[in-house]
């Protein structure tokens, strides 16, 4: 019998800065052991402990993440990190855990995997013969620029490789951090190789700092829009995930405020609860809204033809029902208001290239006639 892995860890309490509440173990793990606490009692003036972030640098095998999702607008992703610190709790990607025999819970957002090796691969991936250049969007999955960016910058290391290639990529992120990158998008943005997508949910930190706890604040988000906006890129607001009855209500004011701040295009996303999501998030409704717990199930429910997730191509960003057709309306009339998402321009795929360095190593190392090489076949 294999050995049993450490009991989930439960906190009585929500965890400062830490989206969720629980850790369950992998969906995949064949063995569990649970703890049996006998008339245990907890000291309330004891808070309760704060599991640090770990990081583990490994080289990925791979590096641009392919997909035929008929409702995704992009077909290629790159991540620089697996596992994300900004610990938000609806995220979709939280599920990806297990697949490293880890919890979708806490150990999504404290034990983090960057792949240290990504600019490398990509340069190797874009110099490939008969590579064909289309949209990679850079955070398609986790954050790009979570915190452990800022000391790590393979996000920025990956950026460096797309403007040698001339490579069109789009961004996705909730954090200001991707303002210290402007020099290098800006020089794409001249070209119409680059747009950026900020993701904005609530404009209350009350609400932003449990439900995104280590994500920027939302003016700083704001604040980050205007300044990629002021610098000439294009530059786009993202309202995801709308909470219904949590943060639906802002939906307007969102866009507002986005629009004010330079957006030019604009896209929302109804609150998806794939796999453990759906229970991590009832956790977090419990926890902080405990009044309004019912309520939020229910009129998710009514988007999601009577279940908490309904993953139908076509529907599962939007939802359906009376409430989802209303939310979509709102979101239209706000955008003609805001003249959002008037004109949307493709970025350029036809200045890609190779560096001439790389074409005459990629020459020196190919092998020639004669060589002991071709006497293999």
């Not at 490994?58 to 607008?73: F, K, T, V, Y």
């Not at 620089?80 to 819970?105: D, F, T």
């Not at 960003?317 to 998402?341: E, H, I, P, W, Y």
């Amino acid at each position: 019998m294999p050995p049993a892995p450490p009991p989930a860890y439960r906190p009585a309490a929500p965890i400062k800065g830490r989206g969720a509440l629980s850790n369950e173990r992998s969906r995949f793990e064949q063995w569990r052991r649970e703890a049996e606490v006998e008339q245990a009692v907890e000291d309330e003036a004891d808070p309760p402990s704060r599991p640090e972030t770990v990081v583990r640098l490994h080289d990925a095998r791979s590096i641009i993440s392919r997909n035929q999702s008929p409702d995704i607008p992009f077909d290629a992703s790159l991540n620089p990190y697996q596992g994300c610190e900004h610990g938000c709790i609806y995220c979709y990607a939280r599920p990806s855990h297990a697949y490293l025999g880890l919890s979708a819970g806490l150990d999504f957002e404290t034990r983090l995997f960057a792949k240290e090796n990504a600019a490398a691969l990509l340069e190797k991936e874009l110099s490939r013969k008969g590579y064909v250049p289309q949209v990679i969007v850079v955070g398609g999955n986790t954050d790009p620029y979570q915190p452990i960016e800022r000391d790590l910058g393979i996000t920025r290391s990956v950026l460096q490789v797309m403007e040698r290639f001339s490579h069109p990529l789009s961004i996705t992120t909730k954090s200001g951090l991707v303002t210290r990158d402007i020099d290098i998008l800006a020089r794409m943005a001249k070209k119409s190789l680059v747009r950026v997508f900020v993701s904005v949910t609530s404009l209350k930190n009350e609400i932003s700092r449990t439900l995104e706890p280590r994500a920027s604040a939302p003016a700083r988000r704001l604040a980050a829009m205007r300044r990629l906006s002021e610098a000439g890129i294009p530059v786009g607001v993202l309202v995801a995930p709308v909470v219904p009855a949590v943060t639906d209500m802002e939906l307007e004011a969102i866009l507002g405020s986005a629009a004010e701040a330079g957006a030019e295009s604009a896209a929302y996303i109804l609150l998806r609860l794939p796999r453990e999501v759906a229970g991590l998030f009832q956790e977090w409704l419990q926890a902080h809204y405990p009044l309004r717990a019912a309520h939020v199930q229910s009129l998710l429910a009514q988007m999601r033809g009577g279940k908490l997730y309904d993953a139908s191509f076509g529907s599962r960003m939007s939802g359906t029902g009376v409430f989802a057709d209303l939310l979509r309306q709102r979101f239209q009339l706000a955008c003609k208001r805001l003249k959002l998402n008037n004109e949307r321009l493709g970025l350029r795929t036809d200045l890609f290239a190779v560096p001439p360095e790389i074409q005459a190593d990629t020459r020196r190392r190919r092998p020639g006639p004669g060589t002991p090489q071709l006497d293999l076949f």
